[in-house]
C-alpha cells in the first residue's frame, strides 16, 4: 500500500475518496463513478504536480526516505540480467546491507554494488536499514577488485542512512573499512558509475560513490550529515532540521550546480514511488550513455580522469 | 533513523581560555588536577609531567620539537574559495571563520611544514584543533594535497598529525569530497615510492578518520586520544548501551589491530625518524644528534613564532 507523506495531506483525501467510490462500485455494478472518480484522480494529480513542483530541500528529504521508494535490489533487479549475488568479506561475515555481484547491464558484464534498506520490517532488520559494517565496505572492496581483474565496469546503487554506527562496528574498523573502500573506487581502471537513488548518506555514501560518474535520482540527497545531525550540532536544535536540510545544499539540484553530480535523472510527478518501473528504466539509460563515454578508453586515462574529477573539488573559483 | 553525526565537543575549551591568559602561568590538568607552571608544561610538550596526561597542542610548538633542532620551513598553502554554500545556520560560517582565523592568526586548520627528522628530509603536516575543531574542508583538503604535492617534489617522507571533530559541515557536501581528495593526497605519495605516517591525536573522528588518517603505512597514535568513525554519544544513543571503559581510545584500537604503535609525544620525534630512516633504507643514526628539546622551545613559547623558523607564506 501506497503511504502518504506530510505534506501529501490532501492529495491521499483525494485519492482515497476515488478508491471508496471504487470498492463500491464494486459491491453495486449499476453505479457509474466513472467522471467522478477521473475528476478525483485529476484534482490528485493536479495538486501533486504543484506540490513536487516547489518541494523543499526538507521533503526531498522525506521523498528520498520514503519506504515505497524503489531500493537498491528492485533497481538491480529490473537493470541487470543474470545478476548473481556474490556474498561474504572473507575476513569475518557477510553484511546484508550491501548487495553485490555479477550481471549484465543491457548484455554487458558489469560488477554491481548497492547498499539496500529492505522492503519490510523483517528485511529491514536483516539489512540493517542498508547502514553497512566494515565488511559490507570489505566486500565491495574484494568485488571492485574482481571487477578490475576482468575488466568490467563497476555499477554502484547508493542508498543508505550513512554507514552503521556501532559497537562491533567501530571495534572491526568502520573507518578503516570506508577510507580503503574509496581508495580502492579511486584505483580502478574500469569505469565506476555511481547512482545516488535515495540517500547518500555521507561518509558511508563516498565509499561506493568516489565514481567516474555520479548520477542522481532527482528526489535524492547526498549530504556530509543528515539535516537532523546537523541541526542539532549547529543549531543545537533537532527541530531545525527544515533549515538544515536548506543551508546543507543537499539536493540533486544543488549537486549538479556544484559539480559533485554529473546528471540529474528525472522522477515522476509524485516521486520514483509512484512509477518505479519508469524510473528505473530512466536511470538504466542515464547509466547506458555515462558508460558508453568510456567505450574503449584506456584504463590508465579512466582512472586518471576520475582522479582529476576529486581533484577540482576545492580548486572552486576565488570570488 | 539519524544519521551519523560525527562530532566530538572539544575538551580544549579550558585550554584554549588559559592559552589566551598569559597572567594565568598554572595550569591545572584535566586528568589528575595537578597545577603545572605553564613553562613547565611547554617544555614537555604539554604532557602532564604528573600523569602523562597528553593537551592539545598548537602545530608550532609540536614542529618545534618535531624537526632536527626546531628547524623547519613552513610551506606556503594554495588560497581557497571561502563559503561555497553561503551557508548560515545560528551563526554566518563567514564569521565563524573570521573568529577562528582571529584565535588562532591562521587562515585554516592545518600548517605545513618541511625539515628534517633524525636527518631525513621530511614534509609534516598538522591540524590545529583549535581551528574551527580541525574540521575538514576545501581548504584542509588542498593542505594535505599540498604536503603531498611538496613531498613528492622533494623526494621526502610525509607525516600527517590528526586533530579533527570530522567534516567541515558549513561546506556541506564539499567537505564530503575532501576525503577522497585527502585519499588521492596519499596515494600520490605512495605512488612516488614514498613513506606516509599517520599520526592520530586526540581527538580524530569522523570523515578524517575514516580517509587519509586510517591510510598510513604506519599508523600511530598518542595516548590515550579518541579514534573513531561514529562518535561515543551517536553509538551510546543507537544501541542503547553504555560503551566500556577505554572504548575507541587509542590503546583500544591497537588491541584491535587498528595501529601500529602508542607513542608518548615526548619520544615522538625519535620514533618517527627511527621508522623513517629505515623505510628510507638508510643507516641508523650513529651521531649523537644535538637536543632537540634544547633552547629553541623557550623562544617559541614565548613568541608563537619559532625564530629558527624561515617562513615563506605570502
Ligand atoms: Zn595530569
Known sequence: MLQYLDFEKSVAELEGKAEELRVLAKDDPDMDIGAEVSQLEEKAQKQLSELYGKLTPWRRCQVARHPNRPHALQVIESLIEDFTPLAGDRGFAEDEAVVGGLGRFRERPVVVLGQEKGADTNERLRRNFGMARPEGYRKAIRLMELADRFNLPVLTFVDTPGAYPGKGAEERGQAEAIARSTEKCLELKVPVIASIIGEGGSGGAIALATANRVLMLENSVYSVISPEGCASILWKNADKAQDAAAALRLTAQDLLSLNVVDAVVAEPVGGAHRDKGQTIQSLGDAIEKALAGYDGMDGGKIRLERREKFLAMGRQKLD | ?314
Open chain 2, 1 to 314: 533513523m539519524n544519521w551519523i553525526t560525527n562530532y566530538v565537543r572539544p575538551k580544549l575549551g579550558t585550554l584554549l581560555n588559559r592559552r589566551e591568559t598569559p597572567d594565568n602561568l598554572w595550569v591545572k590538568c584535566d586528568e589528575c588536577s595537578q597545577m603545572v607552571f605553564h613553562r613547565e608544561l611547554a617544555e614537555a610538550q604539554h604532557v602532564c609531567p604528573y600523569c602523562s596526561h597528553h593537551m592539545g597542542i598548537i602545530p608550532e610548538e609540536r614542529f618545534g620539537r618535531l624537526f632536527d633542532k626546531g628547524e623547519f620551513e613552513t610551506i606556503a598553502q594554495p588560497e581557497t574559495a571561502t563559503d561555497p554554500l553561503q551557508f548560515r545556520d545560528e551563526k554566518k560560517y563567514t564569521d565563524r571563520l573570521k573568529d577562528a582565523r582571529k584565535k588562532t592568526s591562521r587562515d585554516d586548520a592545518v600548517l605545513i611544514g618541511k625539515g628534517k627528522i633524525s636527518g631525513v628530509m621530511t614534509v609534516a603536516a598538522a591540524s590545529d584543533f583549535n581551528f574551527m575543531a580541525g574540521s575538514m574542508g576545501m581548504a584542509v583538503g588542498n593542505a594535505f594535497l599540498k604536503a603531498a604535492e611538496t613531498a613528492v617534489e622533494a623526494k621526502a617522507p610525509l607525516i600527517i598529525f590528526s586533530a579533527a571533530g570530522g567534516a567541515r559541515m558549513q561546506e556541506g557536501i564539499l567537505s564530503l569530497m575532501q576525503m577522497p581528495r585527502t585519499t588521492i593526497a596519499v596515494q600520490m605519495v605512495r605512488e612516488a615510492g614514498l613513506p606516509y605516517i599517520s599520526v592520530f591525536t586526540h581527538p580524530t573522528t569522523g570523515g578524517v578518520t575514516a580517509s587519509y588518517a586510517m591510510l598510513g603505512d604506519v599508523q600511530i597514535s598518542e595516548p590515550d586520544a579518541l579514534i573513531c568513525f561514529a562518535g561515543p554519544r551517536v553509538i551510546e544513543q543507537t544501541i542503547r548501551e553504555k560503551l566500556p571503559e577505554g572504548f575507541q581510545r587509542a590503546e583500544y584500537l591497537l588491541e584491535h589491530g587498528m595501529l601500529d604503535m602508542v607513542v608518548d609525544r615526548r619520544k615522538m620525534a625519535g620514533e618517527i625518524g627511527k621508522v623513517l630512516r629505515m623505510l628510507m633504507r638508510l643507516p641508523a643514526e650513529t651521531a649523537a644528534l644535538p637536543d632537540p628539546n634544547g633552547e629553541t622551545l623557550s623562544g617559541i613559547v614565548e613568541d608563537k613564532s619559532p625564530a629558527s623558523a624561515k617562513s615563506d607564506k605570502t
